[in-house]
């Protein structure tokens, strides 16, 4: 069965510095990659998506991705955080088809100045 | 276009009652999807709908939940009776086509007293 593990539950960062959150999947075929954030009280807004090609994504917000097969893995990165930029991201993975997705637990980003 | 609409935002019941949440999807999608976010089991997919037929059930988790979605522009999902662990926040979501991104609604809050 498929899934998705990002192992950091919390990440506090200063602003301006650089963010990386980590996300593993396992699944048997070419997946379908997402990061999604939430704010509190709100819903799950699209960060960037990885569907085939090249394996560097350009998100919104300044945010990137990077899949490598070889690691299962599909980190976000931002090479400089802003505090509106805290609020909890979310990777997860469709199955099947690309919007039916499998969700890991979550990272809570706190952004301190 | 005013993204997928879910109502209400927040609704208090208690045990025993029927409770009904509502999703207008995003005009021309085809895929239309409800999941379930609580703290002990963070984000999981009820039921996938595509074309108004549901395709997918497999995580309703029992026969007091059920979904329908009677058009392209509206579905329900229903409990009933209600029961206090089923308190969690609701998402919609939908795709324009089953491999295509999801778009998420805002949520509804539900909590059962």
């Known amino acids: 069965a498929q899934s998705v593990t990002q192992p950091d539950i919390h990440i506090t960062v200063s602003e301006g510095a650089s963010l990386e959150l980590r996300c593993n999947y396992s699944?048997?075929?070419?997946?379908?990659l997402f990061w999604y954030v939430q704010s509190p009280g709100q819903g799950l807004q699209l960060l960037l998506k990885y569907f085939s090609g090249d394996t560097l994504v350009q998100g919104i917000k300044g945010f990137e991705a990077e899949f490598k097969r070889s690691q299962s893995s599909f980190n976000l990165r931002k090479p400089s955080v802003h505090w509106s930029d805290a609020a909890e991201y979310f990777c997860a993975v469709g199955t099947g088809t690309a919007s039916k997705l499998t969700f890991g637990t979550g990272t809570r980003l706190q952004v301190t100045l | 276009d005013a993204g997928v609409i879910q109502s209400p935002r927040h609704e208090v019941t208690e045990m025993g009652q029927e409770v009904t949440l509502r999703c207008k999807p995003i005009?021309?999608?085809?895929?239309l999807f409800w999941y379930r976010q609580t703290m002990m089991r963070g984000l999981e997919l009820l039921i996938y709908?595509?074309?108004?037929?549901?395709?997918?059930d497999s995580g309703m988790p029992e026969d007091r939940f059920s979904a329908k979605m009677p058009n392209a522009s509206f579905s329900t999902l229903k409990i009933q009776p209600s029961e206090p662990r089923d308190s969690a926040v609701y998402f919609c979501a939908s795709s324009l086509r089953a491999n295509t991104e999801a778009f998420f609604g805002q949520g509804t809050r539900l909590t059962v007293v």
């Open positions: 709908f595509n074309n108004n037929v549901p395709i997918d």
């Open positions: 699944y048997g075929a070419t997946p379908y």
């Open positions: 005009s021309g999608h085809n895929s």
